[in-house]
C-alpha cells in the first residue's frame, strides 16, 4: 500500500495526511489556497471559525514538542473543534501499554482527529492502519520521516515571498540524514516543480542516495547556496557530536554556518527559513535570523493557517462524506 | 517393513538422478532406485504417481521459541509445520529463554521434539553464554548434549578477541561455528539496508559494509583458528567472493542465503511493511540477484527457511518497534518452486541446495537416495495451485507476506527415519 492510498479517500480527498511523498500536485495547491482562506482568521479581534464546532481533535505528543503541538493546539481552536491533549511520552507507555492499546483507548473517547508526534518513522503510518474508519491522523512528525505540515508551512511562506515554485532554486542546508523537515521539504517542493533543489552539508549528515529524489549534494556551502532563492537552515542535535558525526560546533559553525557574508551569495532578495528552534551560532548566526532576510518568526505564524486548512479539509470531507 | 515409492520422479542430486523411478526403503533406509533389488517384495506401496520424490528438506535455522517464548511458537508445533512443509531436519536456534548454552536447555527441547511426531529436531548451541559475546559457553558439554552447531546468531561479538578465542575453541571441541555475520558498530542502530529507501522511509540504515566486514574479519581468524566456519542468510552480493578465495585457499567454509533474500529487496518494504523487516536486512536487486547467481554456481552452499515464527503483536507496531522475522516454513517449497520457474535455477540445484548441502554441512548423513541413506524424503506435487489462507498455514507464525497469495507446489507426505511425519489428506 502506498502513503497515497493510505491518505486519500476513493474521491481523491484528504482522508489522513502523513506524509508529502505521493500526494499529487493540484492537492498541496489546494491545501496552500485554503490556508490563504484561513491566514486572515489570526488577524481579526475573534480568532475563530465555526467550521469544526462539536468535533474532537487529541494531540498525541509520544515526543516533547512546544511549537508544533501549541500551533495545532491553536489552529483546532480556531477551528471551534475541541482539543485533547495528551502527553503520552510521560504516561501510557512508561507504564508499558502498546502503542495499539494506548490508541483503543483513546478511540473510545471518541475523538475525530489524532494530531500524532512520535519518535519513530513510519508511526503516524502505522496509527493510521490502525485507526477506527471515522477517526482521521495527522502526521506532526514521525522519527526521521516526515512532517508533512511544516512542509506545506514552508511551501506556503515560500509562496508568499517568491510566487511562482518553477523559477526557484532553493537550498536546504544542514542535518538532512536526520531531519523529517527535510525529507517533507523536498517532496513538497519537487511536486510543487521547484527546478533547483539542493542540500548542503557534510557527507557524515547527508542521506544515502538522497539524489533519487531529485535534490543535487554540495558539501560546501558557498557552492550550495550560491543564487539561491531560499535558504532553509536546519537544526543541529547535540548529539550529533557524540555519534561522531562532526568534530564540534564551533567546526560546524566555520563551515556551515549561514553568516551574513556568506548570505550574500545568495540572490539579494533570498529569504531564509528555520523550522525553529534554532541554535544561535551553531547553524545560524544571529545577524541573519534576525536580520531582513529571515522569514523565521513567519513560518510559525503561517504554520497555524496551513494546520487549519488541512484539518478544514480533512475533517470537512469527513462531513460531506458522512451527510451523503 | 519395506516401502516402495512407486512412479515419482525421482530427483536425487548427488547422484545426478532425475527421472520417473521407484524408490526402494527398508527399515529406514534406502535400498536402492529403480529396480528392486532380487527378490525384494515391498509391505507396503506409495503410489507417487505424478508427483515428485525428494529427500528432505533442512532448515539451518529454525527460531523455535521454546523455551520462553510459547506465545510465539512451540517446538512441537513447529515440528509438525516444518513436517507438512517437506522438512525432515531443523536445527532450533539458541535465542531461547533461558539461551541454549548450557545442556539442559538442549534435552528440555529435544524431549519436547521427540514426542512431536513432526520433522527431526536438531540443536544449536550458543556461541557464547547468554550470547552475550562476553563468555565462551561450555562447548564441550553443550557437544555431549547433541549440540550440531554453535552460533551466535545475529548477535555480533564486538570483542575481535572474544570472536577469535571462540572460533579456536569451537575448533577444539570440533564444533561448527555457524556465523551470520554483521559489524556490530555499523549494525547496531540500523534497521533497514541504507540506501535510497532507507533514506526516503527516515530508517536508520545497516550498509552492505556491515556484514562485508564482518565475513573478512571472521575468515580470517577462522582460518588461523582452524575453525569450520558456516555464513548463514548471507544478504549482500560482496559477501560471495571473499568465502568463495577463502574454499579455493582450502578453507573449510560454507554459506547460505535465505530463501527470502533471493525472493525481495528493501523495496519490498515499501511503506514500512513489517513483514519485511527482517534481519540481516533484504538489500538491492544486484544483492539478490547475485545471491541467485552464486547458488546456481555451488558459490552458496545451501538454502535455508530461516523460520522465525512470530505472535501477532511482535508485528503489530511502527517499523522501527517491530520485531525482524518471517515464518516462512509453509510457502518454503512453493517459492522455492517459483524461483526454480522463474530462471534462477534448476530443480536438481533448488532441492541440493535445500537438502543434500545442509547435511553435509551438518556433517550429518543423508539429502541423497544412495542405498543406506537414511529415508529423509518429501514427496510434493510440483502442479498443485492453493492459496495462502489462515486455515493453510500450520506454523503458529502469521508473519507472512504470502496472506492470500496463490501457490503452485504443495506437499503431500513427508518421511523421516521411515516413519511418515506427514501425509496430506486428500
Known amino acids: 500500500?502506498?502513503?497515497?492510498?493510505?491518505?486519500?479517500?476513493?474521491?481523491?480527498?484528504?482522508?489522513?495526511?502523513?506524509?508529502?511523498?505521493?500526494?499529487?500536485?493540484?492537492?498541496?495547491?489546494?491545501?496552500?489556497?485554503?490556508?490563504?482562506?484561513?491566514?486572515?482568521?489570526?488577524?481579526?479581534?475573534?480568532?475563530?471559525?465555526?467550521?469544526?464546532?462539536?468535533?474532537?481533535?487529541?494531540?498525541?505528543?509520544?515526543?516533547?514538542?512546544?511549537?508544533?503541538?501549541?500551533?495545532?493546539?491553536?489552529?483546532?481552536?480556531?477551528?471551534?473543534?475541541?482539543?485533547?491533549?495528551?502527553?503520552?511520552?510521560?504516561?501510557?507507555?512508561?507504564?508499558?501499554?502498546?502503542?495499539?492499546?494506548?490508541?483503543?483507548?483513546?478511540?473510545?473517547?471518541?475523538?475525530?482527529?489524532?494530531?500524532?508526534?512520535?519518535?519513530?518513522?513510519?508511526?503516524?503510518?502505522?496509527?493510521?492502519?490502525?485507526?477506527?474508519?471515522?477517526?482521521?491522523?495527522?502526521?506532526?512528525?514521525?522519527?526521521?520521516?516526515?512532517?508533512?505540515?511544516?512542509?506545506?508551512?514552508?511551501?506556503?511562506?515560500?509562496?508568499?515571498?517568491?510566487?511562482?515554485?518553477?523559477?526557484?532554486?532553493?537550498?536546504?542546508?544542514?542535518?538532512?540524514?536526520?531531519?523529517?523537515?527535510?525529507?517533507?521539504?523536498?517532496?513538497?517542493?519537487?511536486?510543487?516543480?521547484?527546478?533547483?533543489?539542493?542540500?548542503?552539508?557534510?557527507?557524515?549528515?547527508?542521506?544515502?542516495?538522497?539524489?533519487?529524489?531529485?535534490?543535487?549534494?554540495?558539501?560546501?556551502?558557498?557552492?550550495?547556496?550560491?543564487?539561491?532563492?531560499?535558504?532553509?537552515?536546519?537544526?543541529?542535535?547535540?548529539?550529533?557530536?557524540q555519534s561522531a558525526l562532526l568534530p564540534s560546533a564551533n567546526e560546524y559553525f566555520r563551515e556551515y554556518g549561514l553568516t551574513a557574508e556568506r548570505l550574500r551569495l545568495a540572490k539579494p532578495d533570498a529569504i531564509v527559513m528555520h523550522p525553529g528552534p534554532i541554535n544561535r551560532g551553531v547553524e545560524i548566526d544571529s545577524a541573519v535570523a534576525d536580520g531582513v532576510q529571515s522569514v523565521i518568526l513567519q513560518q510559525v505564524t503561517y504554520g497555524i493557517a496551513v494546520r487549519m486548512a488541512v484539518m478544514a479539509m480533512i475533517l470537512g470531507n469527513q462531513a460531506l462524506a458522512g451527510a451523503a | 517393513m519395506r516401502w516402495q515409492i512407486r512412479g515419482g520422479r525421482v530427483i536425487d542430486p548427488a547422484n545426478g538422478h532425475d527421472g520417473v523411478a521407484d524408490l526402494w526403503l527398508e527399515d529406514g533406509r534406502v535400498l536402492a532406485v529403480g529396480r528392486a533389488p532380487r527378490g525384494l517384495k515391498a509391505d507396503?506401496?506409495?503410489?507417487?504417481?505424478?508427483?515428485?520424490?525428494?529427500?528432505?528438506?533442512?532448515?539451518?535455522?529454525?527460531?523455535?521459541?521454546?523455551?520462553?517464548?510459547?506465545?510465539?511458537?512451540?517446538?512441537?508445533?513447529?515440528?509438525?509445520?516444518?513436517?507438512?512443509?517437506?522438512?525432515?531436519?531443523?536445527?532450533?536456534?539458541?535465542?531461547?529463554?533461558?539461551?541454549?548454552?548450557?545442556?539442559?536447555?538442549v534435552e528440555h527441547i529435544l524431549k519436547h521434539a521427540a514426542s512431536a511426531g513432526g520433522a527431526r529436531v536438531l540443536v544449536l548451541g550458543a556461541l557464547t553464554v547468554g550470547l552475550a559475546g562476553e563468555v565462551l559457553a561450555e562447548m564441550h558439554a553443550l557437544k555431549a548434549a547433541g549440540v550440531v552447531g554453535l552460533s551466535n546468531l545475529d548477535r555480533a561479538i564486538k570483542d575481535t578477541a572474544v570472536l577469535k578465542h571462540a572460533l579456536a575453541y569451537a575448533a577444539s571441541a570440533e564444533l561448527t561455528v555457524i556465523s551470520q555475520p554483521e559489524d556490530y558498530w555499523l549494525g547496531r542502530q540500523g534497521q533497514v539496508h541504507e540506501g535510497a529507501v532507507s533514506t526516503r522511509l527516515g530508517i536508520p540504515g545497516i550498509p552492505a559494509a556491515a556484514e562485508v566486514i564482518a565475513v573478512h574479519r571472521e575468515l580470517t581468524l577462522a582460518a588461523a583458528a582452524g575453525a569450520r566456519l558456516h555464513f548463514s542468510r548471507l544478504s549482500a552480493a560482496d559477501s560471495v567472493k571473499p568465502i568463495v578465495e577463502a574454499r579455493r585457499r582450502g578453507q573449510a567454509v560454507s554459506a547460505d542465503v535465505s530463501l527470502a533474500h533471493l525472493c525481495f529487496t528493501v523495496d519490498d518494504i515499501g511503506h514500512y511493511d513489517p513483514n519485511f523487516h527482517l534481519r540481516p536486512p533484504l538489500r538491492e536487486k544486484t544483492d539478490r540477484k547475485a545471491l541467485a547467481k552464486a547458488v546456481a554456481t555451488g558459490a552458496i552452499d545451501a538454502i535455508s527457511a530461516g523460520h522465525e515464527p512470530h505472535d501477532v503483536d511482535a508485528k503489530a507496531a511502527p517499523f522501527g518497534l517491530t520485531e525482524p522475522g518471517m515464518s516462512t516454513y509453509d510457502t518454503f517449497l512453493p517459492v522455492l518452486l517459483a524461483q526454480v520457474a522463474g530462471g534462477a535455477f534448476d530443480l536438481a540445484t533448488a532441492i541440493g541446495a535445500a537438502s543434500l548441502r545442509p547435511h553435509q554441512i551438518l556433517g550429518r548423513e543423508g539429502g541423497h537416495f544412495s542405498p543406506g541413506a537414511p529415508s529423509d524424503l518429501c514427496i510434493f506435487d510440483p502442479t498443485r495451485r492453493w492459496t495462502v489462507t489462515d486455515d493453510t498455514l500450520l506454523s503458529s507464525g502469521r508473519n507472512t507476506p504470502y496472506f492470500n497469495h496463490a501457490q503452485t507446489g504443495r506437499v503431500v507426505a513427508t518421511m523421516v527415519g521411515g516413519e511418515w511425519v506427514f501425509q496430506a489428506s486428500v
Do not use: W, Y
Open chain 2, 44 to 105: 507396503e506401496v506409495f503410489n507417487a504417481n505424478g508427483l515428485v520424490v525428494a529427500p528432505g528438506f533442512v532448515d539451518l535455522g529454525s527460531h523455535l521459541r521454546e523455551p520462553g517464548f510459547a506465545h510465539k511458537a512451540t517446538v512441537a508445533r513447529e515440528a509438525r509445520a516444518a513436517a507438512a512443509s517437506g522438512f525432515t531436519t531443523v536445527c532450533c536456534t539458541p535465542d531461547t529463554q533461558p539461551v541454549i548454552d548450557n545442556p539442559a536447555v
Open chain 1, 1 to 241: 500500500m502506498s502513503a497515497a492510498d493510505i491518505q486519500l479517500d476513493a474521491q481523491g480527498r484528504l482522508r489522513h495526511f502523513i506524509a508529502i511523498e505521493g500526494l499529487p500536485r493540484a492537492l498541496l495547491t489546494q491545501i496552500l489556497d485554503n490556508a490563504e482562506r484561513f491566514a486572515p482568521v489570526g488577524d481579526r479581534a475573534v480568532k475563530k471559525v465555526p467550521l469544526l464546532r462539536g468535533r474532537t481533535v487529541a494531540n498525541l505528543f509520544f515526543e516533547p514538542s512546544t511549537r508544533t503541538r501549541t500551533t495545532f493546539d491553536l489552529a483546532a481552536k480556531r477551528l471551534s473543534a475541541d482539543v485533547l491533549n495528551l502527553n503520552i511520552e510521560a504516561s501510557s507507555t512508561k507504564k508499558g501499554e502498546s502503542l495499539a492499546d494506548t490508541l483503543r483507548n483513546l478511540e473510545a473517547m471518541q475523538c475525530d482527529m489524532f494530531v500524532v508526534r512520535h519518535q519513530v518513522s513510519g508511526a503516524a503510518h502505522f496509527i493510521a492502519q490502525q485507526v477506527a474508519p471515522h477517526i482521521s491522523v495527522i502526521n506532526g512528525g514521525d522519527g526521521r520521516h516526515e512532517h508533512p505540515t511544516q512542509g506545506m508551512l514552508d511551501a506556503f511562506t515560500i509562496r508568499r515571498h517568491k510566487q511562482d515554485f518553477t523559477r526557484l532554486s532553493i537550498a536546504i542546508v544542514g542535518d538532512v540524514a536526520h531531519s523529517r523537515v527535510a525529507r517533507s521539504n523536498i517532496q513538497a517542493l519537487k511536486t510543487l516543480g521547484v527546478p533547483d533543489l539542493r542540500v548542503v552539508g557534510p557527507k557524515t549528515l547527508i542521506p544515502p542516495q538522497i539524489e533519487a529524489q531529485g535534490v543535487q549534494v554540495f558539501d560546501d556551502l558557498d557552492e550550495g547556496i550560491r543564487d539561491c532563492d531560499v535558504v532553509i537552515t536546519l537544526r543541529l542535535q547535540q548529539e550529533r557530536m
